[in-house]
């Protein structure tokens, strides 16, 4: 199985700053690491993916950082907007087709 | 840009009656999904379906529930005897491949009174 955690419930952060949300996973098999982003009333939103054969991936404004000794997870959002409030999720896949979701980390911009 | 989208929103009903939950995956994807997420907690895995048929299911996954693709669009999840504890958000996704991304629909939220 899989076990997925998040290191903070909730993290608040100013408006312009950069922001990094942590997740820790079990299972050294996993190989597919997701990032999430869900607002209220909404559904997961895909935001960044990395696979087990990268530590670094860059999208817009977005990084995330895998590292798989200490089985962990960062995703990293540059000059934090409002609209970057909502709740973040990392999903780790371990071969099989269904994701182990973490608890989520509540992202609250201050303007 | 395609997206996943779900039916209905909200769905308030019984204890004991039979619900029908609706999604229509992307239009190219192949292989989809149905997670459920209970008020405050994780998302949580239930299904998966390719092919026309279960390709796994997790332990939530009872004899309660079953999932049906009726037509070439359409893919369902039906709760044949609904418990208070089945309450919760009920979140279809869809995947081009087993090894793709998974897009979420926008859910639905169902009250079992």
């Known amino acids: 199985g899989e076990s997925v955690g998040l290191h903070l419930p909730t993290l608040s952060v100013q408006e312009g700053d950069n922001s990094i949300i942590n997740c820790a996973y079990s299972?050294?098999?996993?190989?597919?690491f997701i990032w999430y982003k869900q607002e209220s009333g909404k559904g997961p939103q895909f935001i960044i993916d990395i696979r087990s054969n990268m530590d670094k991936r860059q999208g817009q404004r977005v990084t995330v950082l895998l590292n798989k000794t200490v089985k962990h997870l960062s995703l990293q959002i540059a000059a934090t907007q409002p609209g970057d409030s909502a709740v973040y999720f990392c999903?780790?896949?371990?071969?099989?087709?269904?994701?182990?979701f973490g608890t989520g980390t509540r992202l609250t911009v201050i303007p | 840009e395609p997206e996943v989208t779900q039916t209905p929103s909200h769905q308030v009903t019984q204890m004991g009656q039979e619900v029908i939950l609706r999604c229509v995956p992307i239009?190219?994807?192949?292989?989809f999904y149905w997670y459920r997420q209970i008020l405050g907690q994780k998302v949580e895995f239930l299904v998966s379906?390719?092919?026309?048929?279960?390709?796994?299911k997790s332990e939530i996954f009872d004899d309660q529930f079953s999932v049906e693709r009726p037509d070439g669009s359409n893919f369902t999840l039906k709760i044949r005897s609904t418990k208070l504890e089945d309450s919760a958000m009920y979140f279809c996704a869809s995947s081009k491949g087993q090894k793709e991304t998974q897009y979420f629909g926008p859910g639905t939220r169902l009250l079992v009174l």
């Open positions: 239009s190219n994807h192949l292989y």
């Open positions: 379906f390719y092919n026309n048929e279960i390709s796994e």
């Open positions: 299972n050294s098999a996993s190989d597919y």
């Open positions: 999903a780790v896949k371990t071969g099989a087709n269904n994701l182990f």
